[in-house]
């Protein structure tokens, strides 16, 4: 099909049925909050209203050409693949990414209810809509128009409509447990882009990111005899201090980060400091300071782990090399054959993600944005998005937009533009007619 054919056959978003559509979303919002073991969302409830859209251009119950797969691994939780069947064997594009959970909102911090969709002007208004309902609406109304317009294209459309984005302490709910099922192998074949980001530019990289906790035990005494005690705090300062100089050393700018324009390089640093508490004149036993290392285009989180662990290993075996802090201040009492001692602990790390710039799902993107936007400017994030690392690694061309805005993502009072959203419909649109050319 020509592509200027596909752009006139699509054409603009449906801002009426969008509209009446994401209302529906954003009043399942309250009960698809994704915090456990508080709140597990029911991401049916939003499915539900997914399906009753296209319903009728499915080949099961409207005669249409839509294939619907409704998968669930958890009760209540399921996951939609949407299929547009085209006419050449292995030309396919996706759209994946678009989950059906929030993050929590308190309706007291709001200025508007959170759990139903409010109109200001251009402003559509509650939880979910720039993350990541507002994007299950539009996608939805891009697989309505193919089902209702029905033009004979090349490529396959798939949409992918995911649950359990916003927890990851869950595994095999979501998007993990269709790409191990094998749910998702065919999508390898083409450009497959991961809607949930924001600002309507290409994100084309992504942090990983390691949480660390550096527990150090010392001996606690009072501070007037200090030369009695192993001060952990100072321990913990200096320890930390020497980590942090070996790991910039390992790991410094890399070439490629103007390339692909994040803020920072990788970084390494404390953020939050704890001790048992005592009296001002006691210096404690054991104190604790913890931290994140954000990494740009490491190739895994866990080559810096180790290291870290050597690290603390090596100063641990060397404690007495260490610069103390004064006269008395000392890691090791002989006489009483005790030693300072470090320990260095990791939560879930995550690694980051460059998506390949030479793709042919990168150019189309980047050509659509400027096209329908009027500008191009890929950007990158020093945050996480670990699912689209894990579809990196098992072989997918992963490319990221979104429509939503940067501004509100996880916030109180959130909102996107209607104006932004039909924008990207145009960007769909322009990507599905240029890979059909």
């Not at 119950?61 to 691994?73: A, C, D, K, M, S």
């Not at 001060?231 to 890399?254: C, G, T």
């Not at 104006?419 to 960007?427: F, L, P, R, T």
């Amino acid at each position: 099909m020509e592509s200027s054919v596909v752009k006139e056959t699509l054409g603009k978003l449906n801002e009426e049925s969008f509209v009446t559509l994401l209302s529906k979303l954003i009043g399942e919002s309250k009960y698809v909050q994704n915090n456990p073991p508080d709140l597990i969302p029911q991401e049916d409830r939003v499915a539900k209203h997914v399906l009753d859209a296209l319903l009728p251009y499915s080949t099961t119950t409207g005669g249409g050409p839509l294939l619907l797969n409704h998968v669930t691994y958890f009760p209540g939780r399921g996951n939609l693949i949407v299929e547009y069947p085209g006419t050449v064997p292995g030309k396919i594009l996706s759209f994946v990414g678009c989950h059906m959970d929030v993050v929590t909102a308190n309706p007291n911090d709001w200025e508007f209810d959170p759990f139903s969709l409010s109109i200001d002007g251009d402003k559509l208004q509650g939880r979910g809509t720039t993350d990541c309902l507002g994007h299950v609406a539009l996608i939805t109304e891009l697989m309505r128009r193919l089902g209702e317009t029905k033009p004979d294209l090349k490529s396959t459309v798939v949409a992918v409509f995911i649950a359990n984005e916003e927890n990851s302490s869950i595994s095999g709910v979501g998007v993990d447990a269709l790409v191990k099922d094998g749910l998702l192998n065919k999508l390898k074949e083409g450009p497959l882009f991961w809607i949930d980001t924001a600002d309507k530019q290409p994100c084309i990289g992504t942090g990983g990111m390691i949480p660390w906790k550096l527990h150090v035990t010392g001996k606690l005494f009072h501070s007037g005899l200090p030369h009695k005690a192993i001060n952990p705090l100072e321990l913990a300062m200096e320890a930390l201090k020497n980590v942090e100089s070996r790991f910039y050393k390992e790991f410094p700018p890399h070439p490629k980060e103007k390339l692909y324009g994040f803020a920072t390089p990788s970084t390494m640093k404390p953020t939050q400091w704890s001790y048992p508490g005592g009296g001002i004149n006691q210096i404690p036993a054991e104190c604790t300071i913890s931290g994140d290392v954000r990494l740009l285009l490491v190739k895994h989180v866990k080559d810096v782990m180790k290291k870290l662990q050597d690290h603390v290993d090596d100063i641990n075996e060397n404690i007495e090399k260490l610069d103390s802090w004064g006269p008395v201040s000392k890691y090791i009492l002989p006489d009483e054959n005790m030693r300072g001692r470090l320990t260095i602990s990791f939560d879930e790390a995550n690694s980051g993600v460059a998506c390949n710039l030479d793709s042919r799902g990168f150019h189309v993107l980047c050509k659509a944005t400027e096209d329908v936007v009027g500008h191009v400017k890929p950007y990158s994030i020093t945050g996480t998005l670990p699912l689209i690392r894990e579809l990196q690694d098992e072989g997918f061309d992963v490319q990221t937009s979104g429509y939503g805005l940067m501004a509100t993502y996880h916030a109180k009072n959130e909102y996107c533009l209607l104006s932004d959203m039909c924008q990207g419909y145009g960007v769909f649109v322009s990507i599905i007619s240029q890979l059909e050319a």
